[in-house]
C-alpha cells in the first residue's frame, strides 16, 4: 500500500510562487510515474504534471503550466515535488499527488492507484 501525503499548499497572489512537496512511502517509490493533478470548485480533476522514472525522470506538463511550473523527484528521499511559479487566479485548485505503479508517465488520472488527499492553493488578483 503506497501512501502519499502533500504539503506546501497556501495563500498567495497573482505572480507569486509556491513549492508543493509529497511525500511517499509503503512502496517502490524509485520505480513509479509520480503526477500532479488539480481539482477547482465545480470543475473536474485536471492532469498537471508527471515525471517517470525512466530517461532520468521525463517530465509531462498541461500545456497551461508549461513554462511555468517545474516537476522534480528524489528518488533518496521518496518526495515528489512542483515548484509554481507566476501563479495566476485560474490556478486555484486543490492539488493532488498521484502515483502510477506502472510507470507509463502518462496524463491519465485512471491510471494512477495512489491518491493523496490534497492540498489547497489559493492564488489572489
Known amino acids: 500500500q503506497v501512501q502519499l501525503v502533500e504539503s506546501g499548499g497556501g495563500l498567495v497572489q497573482a505572480g507569486g510562487s509556491l513549492r508543493l512537496s509529497c511525500a511517499a512511502s509503503g512502496g517502490t517509490f524509485r520505480r513509479y510515474t509520480m503526477g500532479w493533478f488539480r481539482q477547482a470548485p465545480g470543475k473536474e480533476r485536471e492532469f498537471v504534471a508527471a515525471i517517470s522514472s525512466w530517461r532520468g525522470g521525463s517530465t509531462n506538463y498541461a500545456e497551461s503550466v508549461k513554462g511555468r511550473f517545474t516537476i522534480s523527484r528524489d528518488s533518496a528521499k521518496n518526495m515528489v515535488y512542483l515548484q509554481m511559479n507566476s501563479l495566476k487566479p485560474e490556478d486555484t485548485a486543490v492539488y493532488y499527488c498521484?502515483?502510477?505503479?506502472?510507470?507509463?508517465?502518462?496524463?491519465?488520472?485512471?491510471?494512477?492507484?495512489?491518491w493523496g488527499r490534497g492540498t489547497q492553493v489559493t492564488v489572489s488578483s
Open positions: 498521484a502515483a502510477d505503479l506502472f510507470d507509463s508517465g502518462t496524463k491519465i488520472g485512471g491510471d494512477y492507484a495512489y
